[in-house]
């Protein structure tokens, strides 16, 4: 079921039935959250673009993601990036998408959400290892840092290898926080009393939703920017994208180290 291959010159793991590739995630800790440096760059970004941001809902709204606290983080696999038409065909063959430019596109979910998710053999990630896979060993707003990103630097079509190469982060993994990416945990507005061990936190409610600067694209100078950082997280509301994680296949060895920040 599972194959070890080298994608864009790093180790993969390939589902079979389905072609989706996956990256390693080695466990590690990581410090989750909005942390008062990344506010304070975002600050500096603000008085860089003057009056062309008004940042004060992102600031009153910046409670959502914090305290920021230490989690540990066993080691998974994680998709390369979020499910393509095509590879959302493989379990729902008659799934249709009217946001795909392309079968190579991202597939957004709304009414086949749960369906697909009944058929994957996979799980969802908690927004914990979500998080702890996009920043991928870094503690800045990114993981390219605390620049302002570019619209440039959204990705939602997956033909072209060599951009989804040059889209990946120190882990592999392409295109995180161009698309809302629904996780494992119910939306709750701060991280008070969330587990440590970076399990989902469960119950009733709509679920935590991770990125979705690609879904406003083409960027209206609405600060759709904010939506790419590392930490920022939002309430599932019509659609979404899937990027399932997996168990570690056991007959893989253990040798790599964990990223901690």
């Not at 709204?61 to 983080?73: L, N, S, T």
């Not at 979020?82 to 729902?92: G, N």
């Not at 957004?108 to 920043?135: G, I, Q, T, V």
């Not at 590392?230 to 893989?252: G, H, K, L």
Request: overall charge negative.
């Amino acid at each position: 079921m599972w194959a070890q291959e080298i994608v864009a010159g790093r180790p993969a793991w390939r589902h079979t039935p389905s072609g989706v590739v996956f990256r390693a995630v080695p466990g590690g800790t990581f410090r989750m959250g909005l942390s008062d440096a990344e506010l304070d760059a975002v600050r500096a970004i603000e008085q860089a673009d003057g009056a062309d941001d008004d940042l004060e809902a992102f600031f009153a709204g910046a409670v959502q993601a914090r305290p920021v606290r230490e989690v540990q983080v066993e080691p998974f696999l994680i998709a390369r990036h979020p499910l393509t038409v095509a590879q959302v065909r493989h379990w729902l063959p008659e799934y249709e998408d009217s946001f795909a430019d392309s079968d190579a596109s991202t597939a957004r979910l709304e009414d086949d959400l749960d369906d697909l998710l009944k058929a994957l053999p996979f799980r969802l990630p908690s927004e914990a290892e979500w998080e702890y896979a996009a920043r991928a060993g870094t503690t800045t707003l990114t993981f390219r840092g605390d620049d302002r990103p570019d619209e440039d630097q959204v990705l939602d079509n997956f033909a072209d290898e060599e951009r989804t190469a040059a889209a990946e982060n120190a882990l592999g993994l392409a295109a995180m926080g161009s698309s809302n990416e629904i996780c494992a945990d119910v939306w709750i507005p701060h991280f008070t009393d969330a587990p440590t061990d970076a399990r989902p936190r469960t119950g009733d409610g709509p679920r935590v939703v991770r990125g979705g600067g690609g879904d406003l694209s083409p960027w209206q100078g609405c600060d759709e920017w904010l939506l790419q950082l590392s930490a920022t997280r939002s309430e599932f509301d019509m659609f979404t994208a899937v990027r399932p994680v997996a168990p570690v296949p056991t007959n893989q060895g253990h040798a790599e180290q964990g990223v901690s920040t």
